[in-house]
């Protein structure tokens, strides 16, 4: 069994930074990528950023691309945003994902930013 735990989230104001964490434990076979999805309220899961285990970065669009950064722990098996310049548009629940064996995720961390 594998276990995702995420920390980070909060409220802040519009124009402010937060950081999410995400660690994971267990019986981890392999990880290809770590990674961000986001999901607010009434709208399913997006995609928001990635990261393999050799580094490279992938994320979802303009709109976070300049203003969120993930980086990785490969020997912590844990993954962060770094996002900055936050919007009332970036309020979510983010989860974290594991893309490995076995594809595991978190349980979620909120984030919201007031205007």
């Known amino acids: 069994q594998v276990q995702l735990v995420e920390s980070g989230g909060g409220l802040v104001q519009a124009g402010g930074s937060l950081r999410l964490s995400c660690a994971a434990s267990?019986?981890?076979?392999?990880?290809?990528?770590m990674a961000w999805y986001r999901q607010a309220p009434g709208k399913q899961r997006d995609f928001v950023a990635r990261?393999?285990?050799?580094?490279?970065?992938?994320y979802a669009d303009s709109s976070v691309k300049g203003r969120f950064t993930i980086f990785g722990d490969n020997a912590k098996n844990a993954v962060h945003l770094q996002m900055t310049n936050l919007t009332p548009e970036d309020s979510a629940v983010y989860y974290c994902?594991?893309?490995?064996?076995?594809?595991?995720w978190g349980q979620g961390t909120r984030v919201t930013v007031s205007s």
């Open positions: 990261i393999t285990r050799g580094g490279s970065t992938t």
């Open positions: 994902n594991l893309q490995g064996i076995p594809d595991t």
């Open positions: 267990g019986s981890i076979f392999s990880i290809n990528a």
